[in-house]
């Protein structure tokens, strides 16, 4: 009824930029937060980034400075805009968003993407 879809991930060089997007569509009647979430190899999923729809936001120390979250309530898509990447960032990277769909009662469900790969290296 309801998906994400991510993208704008790849190969970058230390130092560089991407910016990933994720789109929502489906039976949406509100979406509440949004996120973005990274996994590496042999690691848990961890927080990258969380914006509410008021659009305050939330990012691990590990990004603070270096990546922004923002988002666009018309076309119900988050953006990751991450800057001065470094190795360490390599990871597939999950959107995640709490949507209540039209569908009686009106529940709110976490709903995820597919994941996008970020690599970083030289």
């Known amino acids: 009824q309801v998906q994400l879809v991510e993208s704008g991930g790849g190969l970058v060089q230390p130092g560089g930029s991407l910016r990933l997007s994720c789109a929502a569509s489906?039976?949406?009647?509100?979406?509440?937060?949004m996120g973005w979430y990274q996994q590496a190899p042999g690691k848990e999923r961890e927080l990258v980034a969380t914006?509410?729809?008021?659009?305050?936001?939330n990012y691990a120390d590990s990004v603070k400075g270096r990546f922004t979250i923002s988002r666009d309530n018309r076309r119900n898509t988050v953006y990751l805009q991450m800057n001065s990447l470094k190795p360490e960032d390599t990871a597939v990277y999950y959107c995640?968003?709490?949507?209540?769909?039209?569908?009686?009662?009106?529940?709110?469900?976490?709903?995820w993407g597919q994941g996008t790969q970020v690599t970083v290296s030289s």
């Open positions: 995640n968003a709490a949507i209540v769909i039209t569908t009686p009662p009106l529940q709110e469900h976490d709903i």
């Open positions: 489906g039976s949406i009647f509100k979406i509440n937060a």
């Open positions: 914006i509410t729809s008021g659009g305050s936001t």
